[in-house]
């Protein structure tokens, strides 16, 4: 039996209510609106699952009747979407927060707020609480779909703090507001269950929990039909949707029933978890027409000491075995990851072994980082003892191996035609995407941003691939 708890339409009602209550606040000050709509300026910081809260956020703050602006100085509400994942990410949120207690006091009626991962933690909200004075809205990852009613609390009350620790909660009909036109994040689950050594992410987002299946696939052919060209399944562990959940639907399944529905349209995931990624998932991706080439499978470490260290529940052999099975079902997919150099106790040989894994896969990209030790997990408190510098140095090493695969791999691509979304015009050029998640920079109609098109490759800097628009889908 699943202890997830959907809330309930009335709630989402009472919340409407709480945004009417905004609305009406801010034409009182403004005397009756003479000075059109109150303006938010919401910055996300982190990963996708944050980027896709924003568009929630936003979606409140639009049916409250605020306009959007990218500029702190013009903003009635700023709001901070936070990530914890990293001290650096946090250490950035802290001085940019900083740099807003000018604003409030020049014009006090600006109210500032954080939510997000990095405010769920005890101690950031104690800290913001004491050295902050200026913030007047703090709320956690439980209670986003309460953004209305704590507004306008804050707005009318005073400071608030809410981020209850309450678990196993998934709120549906949260209005959107998405900034893309033709790619869209579409969240599956929520929270994660598996407690790698290193992550703050089961502790600040909860337990996971999966979406229903039918409302999913509702949501994927609404998007269809209103024009997105891709849509990208969200969570912290994708492959492992349905776990514990009554409906009997898992991964594999849901893609096939995306896949099922009518259109040209490009699926994509994130993240998946090595020790959840099966043969059938492989196959499943084999014989859906709709799924992208390209799956992001994050390893963290080429070493099985440190993966045991890490919690991650799989070898490097497994790992291994997983991309060889891919590749024999799949020709031609393609694989980005995650790595961690500098876990606790790492030594040159297991750091060697990582850079051999990487060798031996050939990922198309890498997203690379440092470890760094978050409050309250296993792996903050395990011993240490290498330098930073020799992190660091290893860590210039890594990327200097990836860089020269990912430099062969786009050579070996000259002269190869392929299918990409065409997804910005700057500079006079367009920039269309390969499923890879390759960029290809091409020339042609600004007009063109949005569509789909057969690209020729004709050459290949370090970063970037260089061709021309064979034709227009
Ligand atoms: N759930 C996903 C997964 O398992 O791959 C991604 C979660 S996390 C937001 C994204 C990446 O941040 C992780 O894959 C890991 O490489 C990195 N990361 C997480 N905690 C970290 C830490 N304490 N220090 C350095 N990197 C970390
Ligand atoms: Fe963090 Fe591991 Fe969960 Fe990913 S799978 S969110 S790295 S605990």
């Given at each position: 039996m699943s202890n997830i708890r959907i809330i309930a339409p009335e709630e989402m009602e009472r919340q409407r209510g709480y945004g009417e209550k905004v609305r009406a606040y801010y034409a009182a000050r403004r005397g009756g609106g003479e000075y059109g709509a109150p303006l938010a300026c919401v910055r996300t910081y982190g990963c996708q699952q944050n980027v896709s809260d924003s568009e929630h956020i936003k979606g409140m703050l639009a049916e409250m009747g605020f306009g959007f602006t990218e500029e702190p100085e013009q903003a009635d509400l700023i709001l901070f979407n936070t990530c914890a994942v990293r001290e650096h990410a946090q250490d950035r949120v802290f001085g940019n927060v900083g740099a807003l207690k000018n604003i409030k006091r020049r014009r006090p009626g600006v109210l500032i707020g954080l939510c997000g991962c990095m405010v769920q933690q005890e101690h950031v909200a104690e800290k913001l609480k004491k050295?902050?004075?200026?913030?007047g809205l703090v709320f956690g990852t439980h209670v986003l779909h309460r953004f209305p009613e704590l507004l306008y609390e804050a707005l009318t009350d005073g400071r608030v703090f809410e981020r209850p620790a309450v678990d196993g909660v998934i709120a549906e009909d949260i209005p959107i507001h998405r900034d893309g036109k033709f790619k869209a994040f579409l969240p599956i689950m929520y929270g994660c269950?598996?407690?790698?050594?290193?992550?703050v992410v089961p502790y600040v987002r909860g337990r996971e929990r999966s979406r229903d299946p039918d409302r999913i696939v509702e949501e994927a052919r609404q998007l269809v039909r209103e024009g997105y060209r891709e849509i990208t399944l969200l969570g912290?562990?994708?492959?492992?949707?349905?776990?514990?959940?009554?409906?009997?639907?898992?991964f594999p399944e849901l893609l096939r029933r995306i896949n099922a529905?009518?259109?040209?349209f490009l699926i994509r995931f994130m993240t998946s978890h090595p020790k959840d990624a099966t043969p059938r998932l492989f196959d499943t991706i084999a014989a859906c027409?709709?799924?992208?080439?390209?799956f992001h499978l994050p390893f963290q470490s080429g070493s099985n000491r440190v993966l045991k260290a890490m919690n991650r529940g799989y070898t490097r052999e497994q790992y291994l075995d997983l991309i060889a099975y891919a590749r024999r079902v799949i020709p031609g997919i393609s694989f980005t990851s995650d790595v961690i150099v500098g876990f606790p106790g790492e030594m040159r040989e297991d750091f060697e072994q990582t850079l051999s894994l990487i060798r031996e896969v050939g990922f198309t990209s890498l997203f690379t980082f440092i470890f760094s030790p978050r409050d309250g997990t296993p792996a903050a408190k395990m011993d240490d003892p290498v330098p930073a510098e020799e992190k660091s140095a290893w860590f210039r090493e890594m990327t200097a191996a990836q860089e020269e695969i990912a430099a062969a791999q786009s050579a070996a691509m000259v002269g190869q035609t392929r299918r990409a979304l065409i997804e910005t015009a700057e500079n006079g050029y367009l920039e269309a995407r390969l499923p890879e998640n390759i960029v290809v920079r091409v020339e042609g109609d600004p007009a063109l941003v949005g569509r789909r098109a057969e690209v020729e490759i004709t050459g290949a800097r370090s970063w970037i691939l260089l061709g021309k628009i064979a034709e227009v889908l």
């Open positions: 050295s902050y004075p200026f913030v269950n598996n407690f790698c050594t290193y992550c912290q562990n994708v492959n492992s949707y349905g776990k514990g959940a009554d409906h009997g639907v898992d529905i009518e259109g040209d027409e709709k799924v992208a080439r390209h």
